[in-house]
């Protein structure tokens, strides 16, 4: 029995729902423990594609239990368009159940995000304009609506007519925006209630059942560290803890609860939105691997800026996560190149910089250092274990394990779930330890 954390370890788009979706076979429970509609997963099965949002990539495994966590900003609205869309793929959703502490997305929410971000002009964050930020901000400030509000009918009517007179305050006077009708939100959030209502659970007593019945549990999170609201490229983050430590507070679940830590990161890197990006190619190649990788979001459909692989931010991530391996997705995107770029360090005023700055000024100012690698110039697809692999892409992912000291356990060569190479399974497999008859690299951080 093992239970396991998936983190993103880069800015997110890692590939984190292909793997996620991977892993849950060997899953009794799959949580996933923060983010809300902003996120997206894209699994594909037998050449049909998955696009999830809220709910956990497990989902496709009808045995598996899906959670979504107390963490999560929960989007009625958005969470059942995505229901009625998994189902009508013949897909149940009877193992679904939702935190009856999530947190709820509200209209004024949405509102808020964007006319926000508008306002930014050019210190735009690069929102999703889902209204993420102002739900967590409602959390925090302790007037927010959960879940469980919205099963009591005169509780939630009162609830809502005093949120709204107030923030209606916000949105005429702030934003200059047309006032909501407390009514209608009422009648629209309590049809979403009676949809949802069979799905309510209290999320954390239900994994802690699973744990006592020693059931293996999977922890999914959204985004990347890079956007983690503490341990992020603050301030162009996300408002919640994506690290693998949110995974305990998103879940209601002890520390000690964790066997071990996987992270997913691309063979290169990607950011969406706003903020440095240190390894960001604008030319050919950076076109390229976007077109090539399909590097479009999810759930907003922007283009995601490319760029080699940071060894910086892998060892960063590495360090904040306690990361046991690492996935590596995408390697076949690189497979046409005559040679391929790694930074190992930063230039930071003329001097080497292997650790990331947490200061944003200082980050942003960040020059890669790089070392190059020989490409392989041959399609990787169809390569099912590390002995089909060529040699330069071998060496490619020797260089990387070695560079952000952890292991690799996965190695993804395509958006199909058989396009995987597996070299130790994170649920079955013993703790950081990799298949040794191959390369050095693999034993050296095994």
């Given at each position: 029995?093992?239970?396991?954390?998936?983190?993103?370890?880069?800015?997110?788009?890692?590939?984190?729902?292909?793997?996620?979706?991977?892993?849950?076979?060997?899953?009794?429970?799959?949580?996933?423990y923060?983010?809300?509609?902003?996120?997206?997963?894209?699994?594909?099965?037998?050449?049909?594609?998955?696009?999830?949002?809220?709910?956990?990539?497990?989902?496709?495994?009808p045995?598996?239990?899906?959670?979504?966590?107390?963490?999560?900003?929960?989007?009625?609205?958005?969470?059942?368009?995505?229901?009625?869309?998994?189902e009508?793929?013949?897909?149940?959703?009877?193992?679904?159940?939702?935190?009856?502490?999530?947190?709820?997305?509200?209209?004024?929410?949405?509102?808020?995000?964007?006319?926000?971000?508008?306002?930014?002009?050019?210190?735009?964050?690069?929102?999703?304009?889902?209204?993420?930020?102002?739900?967590?901000?409602?959390?925090?400030?302790r007037?927010?609506?959960?879940?469980?509000?919205m099963?009591?009918?005169?509780?939630?009517?009162?609830?809502?007519?005093?949120?709204?007179?107030?923030?209606?305050?916000?949105?005429?006077?702030?934003?200059?925006?047309?006032?909501?009708?407390?009514?209608?939100?009422?009648t629209?959030?309590?049809?979403?209630?009676?949809?949802?209502?069979?799905?309510i659970?209290?999320?954390?007593?239900?994994?802690?059942?699973?744990?006592?019945?020693?059931?293996?549990?999977?922890?999914?999170?959204?985004q990347?560290?890079?956007?983690?609201?503490?341990?992020?490229?603050?301030?162009?983050?996300?408002?919640?803890n994506?690290?693998a430590?949110?995974?305990?507070?998103?879940?209601?679940?002890?520390?000690?609860?964790?066997?071990?830590?996987?992270?997913?990161?691309?063979?290169?890197?990607?950011?969406?939105?706003?903020?440095?990006?240190?390894?960001?190619?604008?030319?050919?190649?950076?076109n390229?691997i976007?077109?090539?990788?399909?590097e479009?979001?999810?759930?907003?459909?922007?283009?995601r800026?490319?760029?080699?692989?940071?060894?910086?931010?892998?060892?960063?991530?590495?360090?904040?996560?306690?990361?046991?391996?690492?996935?590596?997705?995408?390697?076949?995107?690189?497979?046409?190149?005559?040679?391929?770029?790694?930074?190992?360090?930063?230039?930071?005023?003329?001097?080497?910089?292997?650790?990331?700055?947490?200061?944003?000024?200082?980050?942003?100012?960040?020059?890669?250092?790089?070392?190059?690698?020989?490409?392989?110039?041959?399609?990787?697809e169809?390569?099912?274990?590390?002995?089909?692999?060529?040699?330069?892409?071998?060496?490619?992912?020797?260089?990387?394990?070695?560079?952000?000291?952890?292991?690799?356990?996965?190695?993804?060569?395509?958006?199909?779930?058989?396009?995987?190479?597996?070299?130790?399974?994170?649920?079955?497999?013993?703790?950081?330890?990799?298949?040794?008859?191959?390369?050095?690299?693999?034993?050296?951080?095994?």
């Open positions: 029995m093992a239970n396991v954390i998936v983190i993103g370890a880069q800015w997110g788009d890692e590939g984190k729902g292909k793997i996620t979706d991977l892993l849950s076979k060997s899953a009794d429970v799959v949580v996933r923060q983010g809300g509609v902003n996120a997206g997963h894209t699994v594909v099965v037998s050449g049909q594609t998955f696009k999830l949002h809220l709910i956990p990539s497990g989902i496709l495994y045995d598996t239990e899906c959670i979504i966590g107390s963490g999560t900003v929960i989007d009625p609205k958005g969470l059942i368009a995505e229901l009625d869309k998994v009508a793929l013949g897909v149940s959703s009877a193992n679904l159940f939702i935190s009856q502490s999530a947190h709820v997305t509200m209209p004024y929410h949405r509102m808020i995000d964007q006319a926000a971000e508008e306002r930014r002009g050019n210190k735009k964050i690069g929102t999703t304009k889902r209204g993420i930020g102002p739900t967590y901000a409602d959390k925090s400030e007037t927010g609506i959960r879940i469980i509000d099963m009591d009918k005169d509780a939630f009517a009162e609830q809502l007519k005093w949120t709204i007179d107030a923030k209606n305050v916000v949105l005429e006077k702030l934003y200059d925006l047309e006032p909501l009708n407390a009514d209608e939100v009422l629209e959030y309590l049809g979403y209630a009676d949809r949802l209502r069979s799905h659970t209290d999320s954390s007593l239900q994994i802690y059942n699973a744990h006592q019945q020693k059931k293996n549990i999977l922890f999914e999170g959204a990347g560290t890079l956007l983690d609201l503490d341990h992020g490229t603050y301030p162009y983050v996300t408002s919640s994506p690290v430590g949110g995974a305990c507070i998103g879940s209601g679940v002890g520390p000690t609860t964790i066997d071990r830590v996987i992270g997913v990161a691309k063979a290169y890197t990607t950011r969406v939105g706003e903020g440095p990006f240190p390894t960001e190619l604008d030319d050919e190649v950076g390229m976007c077109e090539i990788g399909a479009f979001g999810t759930t907003t459909g922007r283009r800026r490319c760029g080699w692989f940071d060894g910086v931010v892998g060892r960063y991530a590495v360090r904040i996560n306690g990361l046991d391996c690492l996935a590596v997705t995408k390697l076949d995107v690189l497979d046409r190149l005559d040679e391929i770029k790694v930074c190992v360090a930063y230039d930071l005023d003329g001097e080497q910089c292997k650790d990331l700055p947490s200061n944003a000024q200082q980050f942003a100012k960040c020059k890669p250092i790089y070392k190059t690698l020989p490409g392989w110039k041959t399609s990787t169809h390569c099912r274990t590390l002995d089909d692999l060529p040699k330069a892409a071998l060496d490619y992912l020797e260089f990387l394990a070695k560079l952000i000291e952890a292991p690799i356990a996965i190695v993804s060569l395509g958006a199909s779930r058989d396009q995987t190479i597996i070299v130790e399974d994170p649920i079955h497999g013993p703790k950081r330890a990799l298949l040794e008859e191959h390369t050095s690299a693999f034993k050296t951080v095994a």
